[in-house]
């Protein structure tokens, strides 16, 4: 009988290797786009690519630990390199939050029509990307160093002052006397809440404004034309189901973790379970922004077209 650990190894391996593929599949095609079709960019793709990096860091250091462990390598990491790699994976899962919440934003800006009161913030926008991104970095460095004094390597996950096992060999540990605790967690808990309230703010905008367009197309006789395009159209419904698949792994592996939190017998697998839906969102992002991509077809077209004239010229002076 196959045991629940090698499943379990297997199923993170795939998990890890689709999504570290489609994620570097992906940042490749933003630097491809960047210095060969630099008229194709988008103020987005620097977003996207932020994400990206954000995602892969993310399944690294989820991962990679756990596939190790379910494949017997365990207590392969000193303490250090338990701080460092919960405090990396932390940083980066918040930065992932981050950035699709402004990824959201953003989007619901482009397709806001220009007679709206968005339109100066429209305009401006973009100019500001660097800006957000220093500060959801600086935000999340400051929000999760708590971590590096919580977090402590053990070799036995049975000692009863540690109550919150984030992997299985790394354990955090919170204790009652810790004035750090209620700090960190009402940092990390506002944290999440507030992007999560501006992700939701920006998704209802933007369904409204889908909503809008759909009845003017319905009435597209009788009106001169529509203020969304087609292709915002369709970037804005990639980014709507992105944002709903974040917040829904988010949710089924925070709930799950809180039961394992409130329950006085930890139950290794179900916290197994929570990391693999933790590692979700990183792993389908690339697939769900790759299958919208049309630039790819384009990017695969242009040396064929560059080539053409070159051939021209020499068809030229072989046959005169």
Request: overall charge positive; charged content about 15%; some cysteine.
């Amino acid at each position: 009988m196959v045991s629940p650990q090698l499943i379990f190894g297997v199923a993170f391996f795939f998990q890890c290797s689709i999504g570290f593929v489609g994620n570097t599949l992906l940042l490749m095609l933003y630097v491809c786009v960047s210095f060969r079709m630099p008229q194709q960019k988008k103020p987005m793709d620097l977003i996207l690519a932020h994400l990206t990096l954000a995602n892969m860091v993310t399944l690294l250091t989820r991962g990679i630990p756990e596939i190790m462990f379910c494949f017997g390598k365990r207590h392969f990491l000193d303490e250090l390199g338990c701080k460092a790699l919960i405090y990396i994976f932390r940083v980066s899962w918040g930065l992932s939050i981050c950035t699709t919440s402004l990824l959201s934003m953003f989007q619901a800006l482009i397709i806001s029509p220009y007679n709206s009161v968005w339109e100066s913030i429209k305009i401006r926008a973009p100019r500001y990307i660097l800006h957000y991104f220093l500060f959801f970095w600086v935000t999340n460095a400051l929000i999760y160093i708590s971590v590096i004094e919580l977090t402590e390597a053990t070799k036995n996950a049975t000692i009863s002052r540690y109550s919150y096992i984030s992997h299985i060999f790394i354990v955090r540990s919170i204790r009652n006397d810790n004035q750090l605790i209620p700090a960190f967690l009402f940092g990390m808990t506002l944290h999440d809440i507030i992007f999560h309230f501006l992700m939701g703010l920006s998704s209802t905008h933007m369904v409204l404004l889908l909503y809008r367009h759909s009845k003017q197309v319905q009435q597209i006789y009788s009106s001169s034309h529509s203020f969304i395009t087609l292709p915002e159209v369709k970037d804005t419904q990639t980014i709507l189901l992105l944002v709903t698949c974040f917040v829904l792994f988010y949710w089924i592996r925070n709930f799950i973790t809180l039961y394992e939190t409130y329950n006085s017998e930890k139950d290794v697998e179900l916290e197994t379970i929570a990391t693999f839906f933790g590692g979700c969102f990183p792993t389908f992002c690339p697939l769900l922004l790759i299958g919208s991509e049309s630039r790819i077809l384009k990017l695969h077209c242009m040396p064929r077209r560059a080539q053409r004239p070159h051939e021209d010229f020499m068809d030229g002076l072989v046959n005169p």
